[in-house]
């Protein structure tokens, strides 16, 4: 109980290990059905009833600009929580939850391009593997780019 | 004293009970006066002022107190049938209400009264009361009215036994006796007293608390649909049997928690017939008003949304509708005018109807107008019946009053009228008869959080339409659809009872199907639902005619909201999500794609032109300068349009000021604003100087009235002062030349003339910042 620590959902996109902090989590869905919405932004894809509240779900591989996952594989809901009400984040796998030292933080490389850097944080840097961590606020809106 | 939690209980309630009371008494005090004798109404204006009293002396608010009791010891007066109700009595006792009310709201957020003065107040009142009673008063001559210290009479005035206006009078005693008992044992025993008679049968519920329940009552109808679905699938007897009983118990249950929200009507309006009175005071007009169904009941929040709408009316019907005395005599009418408010339900609706008994509105006047501001053409004009000119009021931009007052006729009104109505799924409709009035009639939805709505699907999805908007249902069989459907210039039309209906393809409009071929669409039989977009009828053509169910209304998340063709989402019996269409919206959409797509054929580009092209029209205010030039102003940015007397503008600070509505309003002028910033701002100094000296080269002489265009900057007005408005025009602006001037965005070509827009957040912006250097400059 040296050094500080914090706790984040994790979760995978493309093979790729991310969090959230799990405060900002209110719960985890498996596949939801979706009402499509037309005329927005391709990153939302639809509106699940979370128990008679209704949630838009962004796409976070669509957010991310990475390749749409194969037809077939159903994503599953990470709803978070904001001042402005809840929304879903549609990831392909849900991890554990993890509990990280503070001291093993780094901010996003500068090499790093494309929408996925204004969206990351930075990086946890894990034993085997680097945790990406999302910066939710921005998730949660919508690039202008992309509508 | 006021820190415990407990206290601030009390001080909250006392709030809530003081307003309510504040409201009674004002319409009770405007019955009185026209119903003199009325003790009943009398009696309950004292208990009223007496309870407000009592209770604030109990908490502490001396001011508070010292107004009230003044007010009340002419009430005890009046009472006791000492004194006789006179015009100026009823004034200053609406002033005093109006001065309970200000250090309330005061209460409420500083938690004391503010800094205040009502000594003046106070020795109207006092004056009031030592008045001679059954002769009309003849205030000049009471010498208590300058004479008399106030802190000496005032609280106790039944120690003034010296007044001689006092020893006139037979009944002393049950005056004082009224006044002692005031003084001190009293403020502990009566709020106790005056709350038991009305409130021991109901009790206060936090809004907030009702609208979870309401919430929850929502989800508990959806999923009661949702069972309903299964056990009819199931066809398991004791499950259809309990299925039911929670169909019905859900069902009752959404009635009463819909009736908690409910309030009577007339909740609004009791602050009319004051409303009125100072109105028809202001213009010189005798104005009676009356009211029909005031117990009619529609839910709090739409309450709380046609208050200003209906408000804003009724100030209309008083000024512009109902005439001056002298012209109802000419015209044979009684001089005193009739404002009716009638409220009742019909159809699942409230309406609601303000009628005048005035001169009517002037409908070739209207159209001659509406011709002149660009509006409408002369053939248009020609084809409207009297109906569809009336209705033209709403129009942003039209006033008929042929005297523009500070009441209302600034014709920035009845369209922000007609708008608030339609954001709760209302309607506004006008009719007039020459001579004879006019009447306002609303159609208002009894709640906002249930609505009835029809549900279509188009392209594999399912939305639901508000049936307020919804007019009528058409289908076409298959093979019928090819010729009843024809086309002009590539935009659909169908013949409904002769007049053609434009066709909108709900799937096209929502990009969610490549274009249909006409040819194989022509197989399949046509659905049409029949909207009302404003005053536009449109077809959409959907796939399928669903069902009309009750829906409970959800917002979207944020990232949703800016799509204006959707006004919500609700869930359907079967759990799933449907959008809920906002008609006019969708109407507005499919209204532009039809002009964008004749330009350009590429998808992409045609997105963005639209919205530039949504954004480029709009309503402007056109003013010219002394030099002539031509300038424009969005409407959109402004509060209001005034006029004020040269001789009204004052200075301060080294700028020019007039008083408007008790705040100070600085004013810019907008020939030298411009001057200086097109010579760069070293000239600024020079600028100031000449502003000093006179009014400026602007105009040389100047006209006598101001016009000031009224902008709102924060919490701040600022006006600018123009040479002389000229009209408001709703155009395309393309703008031809960007402009490097500071202040202007550009020109462009309004009304065939050439015309430099302003960059009116830019000038505030500067207007700011002028302050603050000016501040500095005069050190």
């Known amino acids: ?147 | 004293m006021m820190e415990s939690n407990g206290d601030n209980q009390i001080v909250q309630e006392f709030l809530i009970e003081s307003y309510e009371n504040l409201d009674n008494l004002e319409r009770e005090l405007v019955t009185l006066e026209s119903h003199p004798d009325d003790m009943k109404a009398l009696a309950s204006i004292f208990r009223m002022i007496h309870t407000i009293k009592g209770t604030c002396g109990f908490l502490g608010f001396g001011k508070l107190e010292k107004v009230a009791h003044v007010g009340e010891s002419l009430l005890s007066r009046l009472r006791d049938g000492e004194l006789k109700l006179t015009p100026e009595m009823t004034t200053a006792l609406l002033k005093t209400a109006d001065a309970i009310r200000q250090m309330l709201s005061s209460i409420e957020a500083n938690g004391n009264e503010g800094e205040r003065n009502d000594q003046e107040l106070i020795a109207t009142l006092t004056r009031m009361q030592y008045a001679k009673n059954v002769t009309p008063p003849n205030p000049p001559e009471l010498p208590i009215a300058a004479g008399k210290p106030l802190d000496e009479g005032l609280l106790e005035p039944e120690v003034t036994p010296e007044d001689p206006a006092r020893n006139a009078t037979a009944y002393v005693e049950p005056a004082s006796d009224h006044a002692v008992a005031t003084s001190s044992i009293e403020p502990v025993a009566h709020p106790v007293a005056g709350k038991s008679q009305a409130s021991e049968s109901t009790i206060r519920v936090d809004v907030g608390l009702l609208d979870k329940l309401m919430n929850l009552v929502g989800e508990l109808v959806l999923a009661r649909n949702q069972i309903l679905q299964f056990t009819n699938s199931l066809g398991h007897n004791g499950l259809l049997a309990t299925g039911q009983r929670l169909n019905l118990i859900a069902t009752e249950l959404q009635e009463g928690v819909m009736k908690t929200r409910m309030q009577p009507i007339g909740n609004v309006w009791t602050k009319f017939p004051r409303t009125v009175r100072d109105v028809a005071t202001h213009c010189g007009k005798l104005v009676r008003i009356e009211m029909e169904g005031r117990e009619t009941e529609l839910d709090k929040t739409i309450i709380e949304a046609i208050k200003d709408p209906l408000m804003h009316m009724v100030r209309n019907a008083v000024d512009h509708g109902v005439e001056r005395p002298e012209a109802r005599r000419a015209a044979g009418k009684a001089e005193e005018g009739r404002l009716l408010l009638r409220a009742y339900h019909e159809g699942g609706q409230v309406n609601i109807e303000i009628s005048d008994d005035g001169a009517g509105i002037d409908c070739a006047r209207l159209r001659a107008k509406a011709i002149k501001r660009g509006l409408i053409t002369a053939e248009q004009a020609e084809r409207m019946s009297d109906r569809e000119s009336v209705n033209l009021i709403f129009h942003p931009g039209l006033s008929t009053a042929e005297q523009i007052s500070n009441v209302s006729g600034r014709g920035v009104g009845m369209d922000v009228v007609r708008t608030n109505i339609e954001k709760i799924g209302g309607t506004v409709d006008v009719s007039s008869a020459p001579g004879l009035g006019t009447t306002v009639r609303m159609k208002i939805p009894l709640t906002l959080a249930i609505i009835p709505a029809l549900i279509v699907t188009s392209a594999r999805g399912r939305y639901a339409i508000p049936q307020v908007s919804l007019l009528e249902l058409l289908r076409l069989k298959a093979g019928e659809a090819s010729s009843k459907i024809e086309q002009v210039q590539g935009s659909h039309v169908y013949r409904l009872r002769g007049r053609l209906l434009p066709l909108v393809y709900l799937d096209r409009e929502l990009k969610r199907c490549p274009e249909k071929d006409s040819a194989a669409g022509a197989h399949k039989a046509v659905n049409i639902v029949v909207l009302q977009a404003d005053d536009r009828q449109f077809g959409l053509v959907v796939d399928e005619i669903n069902d009309t169910e009750e829906i409970v209304v959800k917002p979207l998340g944020k990232q949703i909201k800016s799509v204006s063709t959707f006004a919500g989402a609700t869930i359907m019996g079967d759990g799933k999500v449907a959008l809920i269409l906002d008609v006019l919206g969708l109407a507005q959409r499919a209204h532009v794609v039809g002009e964008v797509r004749e330009r350009s054929a590429v998808e992409d580009a045609d997105r963005a032109a639209k919205k530039e092209a949504e954004q480029a029209r709009q309503t402007l205010l056109l003013i010219q300068e002394a030099h002539g030039e031509r300038m424009a102003i969005p409407l959109s940015l402004i509060a209001r349009l005034e006029e004020f007397n040269r001789d009204a503008v004052e200075r301060a600070g080294g700028q020019e000021v007039v008083q408007y509505r008790g705040h100070i309003l600085p004013l810019m002028r907008i020939a030298e604003y411009l001057g200086k910033h097109r010579n760069g701002s070293a000239v600024k100094s020079h600028a100031a100087a000449t502003t000093t000296g006179s009014g400026s080269g602007t105009a040389g002489a100047e006209p006598e009235k101001l016009q000031v265009v009224v902008f709102r900057q924060g919490e701040k007005n600022v006006g600018l002062v123009v040479h002389r408005i000229l009209d408001i025009v709703e155009e395309k602006i393309v703008l031809e030349h960007p402009s490097h001037d500071e202040g202007i965005h550009g020109s462009a070509v309004v009304q065939n003339k050439v015309t430099d827009l302003l960059d009116i957040e830019d000038l505030l912006q500067r207007e700011m910042d002028e302050e603050l250097v000016g501040a500095g400059d005069r050190r």
């Open chain 1, 1 to 147: 109980m040296s050094a500080q620590t914090k706790q984040f959902c994790t979760f995978f996109l493309e093979g790729h290990y991310f969090g959230v902090p799990v405060q900002q989590v209110q719960e985890v869905l498996r596949y939801q059905e979706m009402t499509e919405v037309p005329l927005v932004s391709s990153v939302v894809r639809g509106l699940i009833n979370l128990r008679g509240q209704i949630i838009t779900a962004v796409d976070l591989r669509r957010q991310l600009g990475m390749t749409d996952r194969p037809e077939k594989q159903k994503p599953m809901n990470v709803i978070m929580r904001t001042a402005d009400g809840a929304f879903s984040l549609l990831v392909d796998e849900i991890g554990d939850v993890i509990e990280v030292e503070d001291n093993t933080f780094e901010p996003p490389p500068d090499t790093l391009q494309g929408m996925a850097k204004g969206m990351l944080r930075g990086v946890h840097k894990l034993p085997n593997r680097l945790l990406l961590i999302l910066d939710s606020e921005r998730t949660a809106k919508l690039s202008d780019a992309e509508a």
